[in-house]
């Protein structure tokens, strides 16, 4: 059994649920899991750093550490080994003089792999993996839900947008944090939530939905993406890497781009008003039993996904 220390920043949304889900895949593979989580504060995440300091003079360095999206410098000399499952579109230029002290990046998605693997790293391809939250107990509904959330690149603007335009479609639900809303739509047949649901509320609205519209402009995994495809519901969206890596046109419907603009280490898909309309009469023109087939793909791919995940994640760490 190895000691094993999760590092990341507990952001109370996508992050948060990478440390919790690599947590419990590595405690299942047997090992002893600590999970450092770093806030907001500068004062506390230095006191957190001399804490650990003060450990590995106590104890002894860690076996392995495993850092999600972010790079805390400080930490790195707190283990034997140092492992990164990086999302390339957070990735800030000041660390890529640290990556040649990693001994591996563990890459969610091949998009990334072939990223890191270009900046001269030592890469795997493990995947991910995102919470299960089918409920087949939910009547679905021939109607569209897009969850927005606090992300400003979910092609949001466009998906009301279209809406607007086709008072004649069925209904869209969009679930968006206040924060990031002006004016809610009030078109007819779009339902523009904003306000926060529960866990169980929400996860009534993803199984209720028939169709997911999840239009990103980039994604390091895509826990909304995963979701949607693990509920079995026809998904689209933007036909860009890693979103068509992730759902194909044989798990669901691809959204093409209007444009892509550089940022980083990766590209952002834009969609536009013309791309949804496509994409949404596709969906439209599918009838029940190409619906189901769908969603039944969707659904294979993410427990495929999940599994692959689950049981080569503690092995790529360790391999020499």
Request: proline share 4%.
């Amino acid at each position: 059994m190895a000691k094993v220390r999760i590092i990341s920043r507990d952001n109370g949304v996508g992050l948060s649920q990478d440390m919790q889900l690599v947590a419990d895949v590595m405690r299942g593979a047997g090992h002893d899991v600590e999970v450092v989580r770093y806030g907001g504060s500068g004062i506390a995440n230095r006191a957190l750093e001399t804490h650990l300091w003060v450990r590995r003079g106590l104890r002894g360095v860690v076996d392995l550490q495993i850092f999600l999206e972010r790079i805390y410098k400080r930490c790195l000399p707190l283990a034997e080994r140092n492992v990164l499952i990086p999302n390339p579109e957070w990735f800030s230029a000041k660390w890529e003089c640290l990556l040649p002290r990693f001994d591996r990046v563990l890459c969610k998605t091949a998009h990334a792999e072939t990223l890191f693997r270009d900046m001269g790293c030592d890469t795997r391809r493990v995947g991910f993996t995102s919470r299960d939250l089918l409920d087949v107990d939910v009547p679905r509904e021939r109607a569209f839900f897009h969850l927005a959330g606090r992300s400003v690149a979910k092609g949001t603007r466009a998906v009301i947008e279209a809406w607007e335009r086709h008072p004649e479609w069925p209904r869209l639900t969009v679930l968006q944090h206040p924060k990031m809303v002006a004016t809610p739509s009030r078109a007819p047949n779009v339902a523009h939530i904003v306000d926060y649901v529960d866990a169980h509320a929400l996860r009534r609205m993803q199984n209720s939905h028939l169709f997911h519209l999840c239009p990103s402009e980039t994604e390091g995994f895509g826990h909304y993406l995963a979701e949607a495809m693990g509920v079995g519901a026809v998904v689209l969206t933007t036909d860009g890497p890693p979103m068509n890596e992730l759902v194909t046109s044989a798990t669901g419907i691809l959204i093409p781009a209007a444009d892509r603009i550089r940022r980083g280490l990766v590209d952002h898909f834009m969609v536009d008003v013309a791309g949804i309309e496509s994409a949404v009469a596709a969906a439209l023109a599918l009838d029940g039993s190409s619906c189901q087939a769908l969603g039944q793909a969707a659904r294979t791919a993410f427990v495929t996904r999940d599994r692959n995940f689950r049981e080569g994640l503690s092995a790529a760490c360790f391999a020499q």
